[in-house]
């Protein structure tokens, strides 16, 4: 469960840039058409400063993604461990209970 949700993520930040490149480039066609060279300066600067801003969120989110990752696979890596020696200790646990079963019967002969 917990890898799909990496899969969605890493999906939705691979679309959010490519919506982002839409964006810029519909925006940028539509001043180009009804604006004059300042106007249109200044528009770009605008949206340059936005996409500076939407790409450093970006980068910050694949950083926490990567980071999340390597959580859940440590985590995965623990409850194996944990789940061996579990397992290892209801073994020995019947081990046990079987000796004690065989001195009980043992005495009661």
Do not use: H, P, W
Request: hydrophobic share 40%.
């Amino acid at each position: 469960m917990q890898i799909n949700i990496l899969t969605i993520i890493t999906r939705g930040i691979s679309m959010f840039k490519k919506l982002l490149i839409t964006g810029v480039l519909s925006v940028s066609a539509l001043l180009s058409g009804c604006a004059n060279n300042s106007d249109l300066q200044e528009s770009v600067g605008s949206l340059s400063s936005q996409i500076s801003d939407l790409t450093s969120r970006v980068e910050m989110l694949e950083s926490e993604n990567a980071d999340m990752k390597s959580n859940i696979q440590s985590t995965a890596a623990r409850t194996a461990t944990a789940l061996s020696t579990a397992e290892a200790a209801a073994s020995e646990a019947e081990r046990a209970n079987a000796r004690i079963d065989n001195i009980a019967a043992s005495y009661s002969k």
